[in-house]
Structures are given as structure tokens and as C-alpha cells.
T-cell receptor, first 114, second 112 residues
């Protein structure tokens, strides 16, 4: 166990709808990243938050947005869902200590858009 | 931006033999290179990582080598066992943000 939990584990949405995925990190992990992993592919970096501010973004459109809260939880919001958004969404958190680089992953949320 | 290529996409080896997976990266500023193992339906798990100031790192049956000049790094698994069967991903990041750019993955199959 990594101490990082995601909810829900599975979700089915209709094209055009909006979805919110949640991630709860370990206490003290104030850096959280979100990744999208399509079936049979490697994870793609969506964005990263540090102390409640976005400090890095991958090649994803603005309809992918996020929030990070003081209690080490975070959200990924996706608006206007498209069929290609179907994927496993992973969050990963890291502790604040200088030089610690390992990212601890949650179990993921499997999103299916129909 | 950074691009990470991983080969092969599928690797089948006899139990007890060694397996080698290779990755190349494009951004010479990348300085952190982790390897993850992902079993079907599960989260990626870090198995070994290396920083750019080190050329090789070993942990029991697993080792990683880094060639900064050629911009490639490799995962070596010796004495493979059935439980090593999984998809392995390499990744690279740079700076202090550690935003990981991933390879496409290698499906490792251990034949009994």
C-alpha cells in the first residue's frame, strides 16, 4: 500500500458530461501529479500541483482542470467528456523532503465514456 | 519537450534467463530515471531508479544502467522468475518538479 487512495475506482459517463475524480494523499505529501493511461499505453502527464497551485502541465486541453486542498487531497475535473477520455487516471504524490523523488501512486480510477 | 522511447514492446524469456529493456530520452537536462512495474489492473510500482550523477545501480536481481552521452538507460533483470511477468515502464524527469515522461511500456513474459 502506498497511502494514496483514489475514488471512485470505476466510473461510466456519457459523452459531453463532466466528471470529478478524487485523490487522497499521505500527510505531508504536498506535491500531486495526475496521469492518464490509455489501454496498452504508458501514462501521460496531465498536470501537477504543489501547495495548491498548478506548477506544471502536459499537453492536455483546458477542459482538464484540477484542484489541490490543504488536507492533501486533490481533484481532477474533466468537462465535455469525449470518447477518447476513456482511460485509467492515476494520481501520484510525493513528500516534501528535499531530494526525495519517489512518486507514490494511487490504484487509479477507470473512466469509461460511452 | 522530453520524449522517451522504450524497446522492445514485448519480451519473452525463459525462466532463469536475463531480461534487458532499453529506453532512450531526448532532453539532455533530464536527471531522474525511474522504472515501474505494473501488473494487470494494478498501480505502477517503483522497482528501481537512478539519477544522472550515477552510471549504475543494483538492487538484488534488478539493475539499471545510464549512459548520459548516448541518452539511454536500461533495466536488467537476472534469474527471471514467473512473478516478474508484468508490464515495465521507464520514465524520465528533470529539475525539481519531477514531472514524469513515460515510455510506452514493455510486456515481459516469463516462460516456465
Amino acid at each position: 500500500e502506498t497511502g494514496v487512495t483514489q475514488s471512485p475506482t470505476h466510473l461510466i459517463k456519457t459523452r459531453g458530461q463532466q466528471v470529478t475524480l478524487r485523490c487522497s494523499s499521505q500527510s505531508g505529501h504536498n506535491t500531486v501529479s495526475w496521469y492518464q493511461q490509455a489501454l496498452g499505453q504508458g501514462p501521460q502527464f496531465i498536470f501537477q500541483y504543489y501547495r495548491e497551485e498548478e506548477n506544471g502541465r502536459g499537453n492536455f486541453p483546458p477542459r482538464f482542470s484540477g484542484l489541490q486542498f490543504p488536507n492533501y487531497s486533490s481533484e481532477l475535473n474533466v468537462n465535455a467528456l469525449e470518447l477518447d477520455d476513456s482511460a485509467l487516471y492515476l494520481c501520484a504524490s510525493r513528500p516534501t523532503q528535499e531530494g526525495v523523488t519517489e512518486a507514490f501512486f494511487g490504484q487509479g480510477t477507470r473512466l469509461t465514456v460511452v | 519537450g522530453e520524449n522517451v522511447e522504450q524497446h522492445p514492446s514485448t519480451l519473452s524469456v525463459q525462466e532463469g534467463d536475463s531480461a534487458v529493456i532499453k529506453c532512450t530520452y531526448s532532453d539532455s537536462a533530464s536527471n531522474y530515471f525511474p522504472w515501474y512495474k505494473q501488473e494487470l489492473g494494478k498501480r505502477p510500482q517503483l522497482i528501481i531508479d537512478i539519477r544522472s550523477n550515477v552510471g549504475e545501480k543494483k538492487d538484488q536481481r534488478i539493475a539499471v544502467t545510464l549512459n548520459k552521452t548516448a541518452k539511454h538507460f536500461s533495466l536488467h533483470i537476472t534469474e527471471t522468475q514467473p512473478e516478474d511477468s508484468a508490464v515495465y515502464f521507464c520514465a524520465a524527469s528533470k529539475g525539481s518538479n519531477y514531472q514524469l515522461i513515460w515510455g510506452a511500456g514493455t510486456k515481459l513474459i516469463i516462460k516456465p
